[in-house]
C-alpha cells in the first residue's frame, strides 16, 4: 500500500488527470455492458419466490413457522430476473388450504400452474422444490385439570401436607392446537411461587399456560385460589428394650443386645399422645432371614403417627448351638 501511495505521489497532475479520465471510461463502458445485458432476453436463475400459505385462522392455527418461499427456475428478461433474485417488490404468491389439519403438505405440481401465471412475464421453467411441507392443528376447546407442580421442594423439610388441596377452579376450558393439547395430558400445573413451605398456604395465582406454549394456547380463567395446610414432623429418638419371640433354646443372638435406639418422626400434633405407649423392640425368630441367619428389628405397637423409623443397630446375627 505504501509503494503504491508513494507511485502514486510521484505522477505529475497531467498523468493524474489521465488516469481519473481513464477510470470514468471504463465505468461507463462496464455500466453500459451491464444495463445492455439486463435489457436481453432469455436468461435462466433459480429463485427462492415467496409464498403465503393461508387458511380459516379461526378454525386452524400453524403449530410451526409456516414455509415462506418456494425454490423455481424461471426463465426471461434480465431485469425481471434480477428483481426476483433480489426479492425487490415481490408480492407472495397465495396458497389457500381449505382443511390444512388432515394433510401436512401439498405438492409444487399443484400449483404449478397459477405461480406460472403469478410470475408472467417470467417463464416458469421448473419447480425445484417438489414439495411445501407445513404443520397446521385444528383448534379445539378442552376441559383440564389444574395442579400444583410439586416436581421442586414444595414443602420444607420434615413437613407434611395435612388433608388434600383446595383448588378453586380445578377445572378449566383451554383452546388450543390439537398437537399441543395432547401435550398437557389432561393437567395444567400451576407453580406455587414459593418452596420449602413451613406453614399453611393460602394464595390466588395466576393461570398461564407452560412457557413453550404461551402462544398456542387460550385459557378461560385468568387466576385459581390454592389453599392447603401444613403440619411439622419432629425428630425423635427412644431406647427400647429388646423382647425376643418363640426363639428356640439353642438359639441366641451373636451379639448380646439388651436395648435398641429407634429413631423416628412424629407428627407435631400427636407428641403428647406417644406418652401414652410403652414401645419395645421385637425380635421374632419366625420373622428371620434363612439364608443368612439374620434377624431384622421391629417396635410394637407401631403407631400411624410415626415416620421414618430407623434401628439402630438394624439387622442382628443369630448364633446356633449344637443341641
Not at 481513464?22 to 429463485?47: E, G, I, S
Not at 400459505?53 to 415462506?68: C, G, H, K, R, Y
Not at 399456560?209 to 385459581?224: G, I, N, R, W, Y
Not at 435398641?260 to 406418652?275: A, N, Q, T
Amino acid at each position: 500500500m505504501s509503494v503504491l501511495k508513494k507511485r502514486f505521489a510521484d505522477l505529475n497532475p497531467q498523468k493524474m488527470a489521465n488516469l481519473k479520465v481513464a477510470a470514468l471510461c471504463f465505468l461507463a463502458a462496464a455500466t453500459f455492458w451491464v444495463l445492455n445485458a439486463l435489457n436481453k432476453d432469455n436468461y435462466t436463475t433459480v429463485v427462492d419466490f415467496p409464498i403465503e400459505i393461508i387458511f380459516d385462522q379461526e378454525e386452524f392455527m400453524a403449530v410451526e413457522n409456516l414455509p415462506s418461499r418456494v425454490k423455481v427456475e424461471i426463465n426471461g428478461n434480465g431485469w425481471d430476473l434480477l428483481r426476483k433474485y433480489f426479492k425487490i417488490n415481490e408480492a407472495p404468491f397465495l396458497i389457500e388450504i381449505n382443511n390444512p389439519s388432515t394433510k401436512n403438505y401439498i405438492l409444487t405440481s399443484e400449483i404449478r400452474r397459477n405461480l406460472a401465471e403469478t410470475i408472467s412475464p417470467t417463464g416458469l421453467v421448473s419447480m425445484v422444490t417438489d414439495t411445501i411441507k407445513f404443520k397446521v392443528d385444528k383448534l379445539v376447546t378442552r376441559k383440564i385439570k389444574v395442579l400444583p407442580d410439586t416436581t421442586t421442594n414444595t414443602l420444607a423439610k420434615n413437613h407434611r401436607l395435612v388433608g388434600k388441596m383446595e383448588i378453586d377452579p380445578d377445572v378449566i376450558n383451554i383452546k388450543g392446537p390439537t398437537s399441543i393439547l395432547q401435550e398437557l395430558d389432561g393437567v395444567l400445573k400451576i407453580s406455587l411461587g414459593e418452596d420449602k413451605i413451613n406453614k399453611s398456604f393460602n394464595k390466588i395465582l395466576p393461570l398461564e399456560a407452560p412457557e413453550a406454549f404461551q402462544d398456542f394456547l387460550t385459557l378461560d380463567e385468568e387466576s385459581v385460589h390454592i389453599k392447603f395446610d401444613v403440619i411439622q414432623m419432629l425428630e425423635g429418638n427412644k431406647r427400647l428394650r429388646v423382647k425376643t419371640l418363640n426363639f428356640p433354646s439353642n438359639v441366641s443372638l451373636q451379639n448380646e443386645v439388651n436395648t435398641v435406639i429407634m429413631s423416628y418422626l412424629i407428627d407435631e400434633r400427636k407428641v403428647e399422645e406417644l406418652g401414652n405407649f410403652e414401645f419395645e423392640a421385637v425380635l421374632n425368630y419366625n420373622n428371620r432371614n434363612r439364608e443368612d441367619s439374620t434377624i431384622k428389628v421391629q417396635v410394637s405397637p407401631r403407631p400411624n403417627f410415626l415416620e421414618n423409623i430407623k434401628f439402630e443397630p438394624e439387622i442382628l446375627k443369630l448364633r446356633y448351638e449344637k443341641p
